[in-house]
């Protein structure tokens, strides 16, 4: 996760980690179905910033809950969103992670992610927090960002 300072000096997330995240996930779920299948509710939880990554996500959440025959639910997606799964794994660098992994060792992983996806939104809201206590100091606006601050460092 990279925080960087914009010209006047707040922090803000590098949007291409969040993508980086996102692709990484999208690359455990296409490549390991069953592992992913495990993890359905957190995953439904989450939405991905690209609406194509989502649209990709939200199909493969479907089938895996319909159950059907893998190979056909992996063959329908492969032909819906081939672009987008080329660029995938054009791009990710999970590859080589998973390489040579356990399924246990996958599945952590894939925990790690999305918990790193949550992490990046909460850093999101409190960026977002801090420009509006900058525009317009109120105290709910402190107080929140105050709790989303603690709840990261507990983490």
Do not use: P, V
């Amino acid at each position: 996760m990279k925080l960087q300072k914009d010209y006047s000096g707040q922090l803000y997330l590098n949007s291409s980690s969040k993508y980086i995240i996102e692709f990484s996930i999208l690359f455990i779920i296409l490549n390991y179905f069953e592992i992913a299948s495990k993890k359905i509710e957190e995953l439904s939880e989450i939405e991905f910033i690209s609406d194509k990554n989502e649209n990709l996500k939200t199909s493969i959440i479907a089938e895996l809950i319909e159950g059907k025959n893998k190979n056909l639910n992996q063959e329908r997606i492969n032909n819906e969103y081939k672009n987008l799964i080329k660029e995938i794994r054009e791009n990710s660098n999970i590859q080589i992670t998973t390489k040579d992994k356990t399924d246990q060792e996958i599945l952590e992983l894939l925990n790690e992610l999305i918990l790193d996806f949550k992490e990046q939104g909460n850093l999101k809201k409190i960026e977002s927090l801090e420009k509006e206590l900058i525009n317009n100091l109120d105290e709910n606006s402190y107080l929140e960002l105050i709790k989303l601050k603690s709840q990261l460092n507990r983490e």
